[in-house]
T-cell receptor
Framework: KAGVTQTPRYLIKTRGQQVTLSCSPISGHRSVSWYQQTPGQGLQFLFEYFSETQRNKGNFPGRFSGRQFSNSRSEMNVSTLELGDSALYLC???????????FGAGSRLTVL | DAKTTQPTSMDCAEGRAANLPCNHSTISGNEYVYWYRQIHSQGPQYIIHGLKNNETNEMASLIITEDRKSSTLILPHATLRDTAVYYCIVASFGGSARQLTFGSGTQLTVLP
């Protein structure tokens, strides 16, 4: 059974650009969550999607957005990138009722 | 803010049991105790979770005190591959919430 797949694994952007990250959950998982991990702030919750609807959001500015498609795949977008957005972005999926998140390997974003 | 307190770091000899403590004195009745670990720059890996009874799986055992204010994760025979940051998290997945609040975790180093 394939795990949570995140693409791209590594990317470099410059300030002011935007970036889109993709997450394919485990087959059958309908909930997808996104987390940001930085050395200073640790792992922080960004948002969660279920059945194409955002149903929970963390304390991040509006530059961070996401969406979920009908096949449960999810994308997150960060606009007007800042140096502080450099981080490991992690996606996790969950099958309703199991209450166990399975994380992907992450997308490491470097903003120059 | 994280609702758990863990030691910053611990060492354990290879082959010995690793006992990782966690305090969660403000845990609510419907909140579970979850343990995840993160090996450097990878996504967090689920280990085990429990509500009030002790739990065991192929990876570890979870001992929760009767008052549920603290717990201990036990890795029965630690190996070098168990070197990682271990996160203790309390969370409720009731309703629509699929959010984990990570603290700083415990850096476990297994020594040869």
């Amino acid at each position: 059974k394939a795990g949570v797949t995140q693409t791209p694994r590594y990317l470099i952007k410059t300030r002011g650009q935007q970036v889109t990250l993709s997450c394919s959950p485990i087959s059958g998982h309908r909930s997808v969550s996104w987390y940001q991990q930085t050395p200073g702030q640790g792992l922080q919750f960004l948002f969660e999607y279920f059945s194409e609807t955002q149903r929970n959001k963390g304390n991040f500015p509006g530059r961070f957005s996401g969406r979920q498609f009908s096949n449960s795949r999810s994308e997150m977008n960060v606009s007007t990138l800042e140096l502080g957005d450099s981080a490991l972005y992690l996606c996790a999926s969950d099958v309703s009722g199991a209450n166990v998140l399975t994380f992907g390997a992450g997308s490491r974003l470097t903003v120059l | 803010d994280a609702k758990t307190t863990q030691p910053t770091s611990m060492d354990c000899a290879e082959g010995r049991a690793a006992n990782l403590p966690c305090n969660h004195s403000t845990i609510s009745g419907n909140e579970y105790v979850y343990w995840y670990r993160q090996i450097h720059s990878q996504g967090p890996q689920y280990i085990i979770h429990g509500l009030k009874n002790n739990e065991t799986n192929e990876m570890a055992s979870l001992i929760i005190t009767e008052d549920r204010k603290s717990s201990t994760l036990i890795l029965p025979h630690a190996t070098l591959r168990d070197t990682a940051v271990y996160y203790c998290i309390v969370a409720s997945f009731g309703g629509s919430a699929r959010q984990l609040t990570f603290g700083s975790g415990t850096q476990l180093t297994v020594l040869p």
